[in-house]
């Protein structure tokens, strides 16, 4: 057997002569090596609920909102007027993340306590006009799946235009402010992302199950949209993943301007998903 031949490597072409000189970095372009770390911000106290339903019902942003995406019916349109005007709606919408639940905001709403404070923030002549007390979750349910669920990706979009012009006008990634280093850029002057796992309204996987033992059958409701997804630190974990997008300012507790949010798909695309994400209007947190 004889020896194979070696072949020849090709000829390697000239490189071509660059146009431009890398000069050197600036010592300051990573912060001086000398510099300390910025110093820790307060930590922000903790907000009672009633605070929180206070900064969410005083943004002005929601009304708007409401006024753009669901206009009131004209006096003397066809069919049965609605008991509570839309802002209503968009305000229990908004509340179920203060309260927890959607049955738990409704019950909090049949309260003077918190009724009494919407009622007191629109004015004399819009309280006359609203119910004794808030919606019940039936008229949530009704209002949410006949007008409002349709109109979802509408209220969100407008939302983050608004939540961003909220960020402008406290200062947030203005263009006259220090930028800081690349190493520790001023905190008004960064956008972060942030994900997370929201828990399904219900956490079973299958619609129908069968006692092995007494053959009992149970229906049961299932999110199609939850699904195993994986957290920081390899923990599995089931539900809805979704991603924000903030800012905030330096030094200041609570200023935190939500800019976007979105659910993030861990299904196939073959399996579109049911439910929407709910976008609220921001309040800072």
Known sequence: MSTPKKRSRPAKRASKAKDYIVGPAPDDAFGSPSGPPPPRGPEAPPLSIDERFEFLITNPDLYAVAREVLPAREPGSVGRMLSYPPFVYVIFLCAISVFGSARSTAHHLQRPLWW???RELVGPAEADALAPVGPNRSKWNYYFKRYLKENI???RDISSDLWIQQALAM????EVNSRGSWIYPDRDQVIHGDATVAAPPSDQTKRKTTD???????????????SCTTEGGGRKVYGNKFRS???RLANTPHSRVILTLESIRHKSR???????TRAQPSSGS
């Open 245 to 247: 997008i903030a800012t």
């Open 270 to 276: 073959k399996r579109p998903p049911t439910a929407t």
């Open 116 to 118: 009494g404070a919407v």
């Open 212 to 226: 092995k033992e007494t053959g009992e059958i149970r229906y049961h409701r299932v999110d199609e949209d939850a």
């Open 153 to 155: 990706p509408a209220l």
């Open 171 to 174: 200062g947030l990634m203005s």
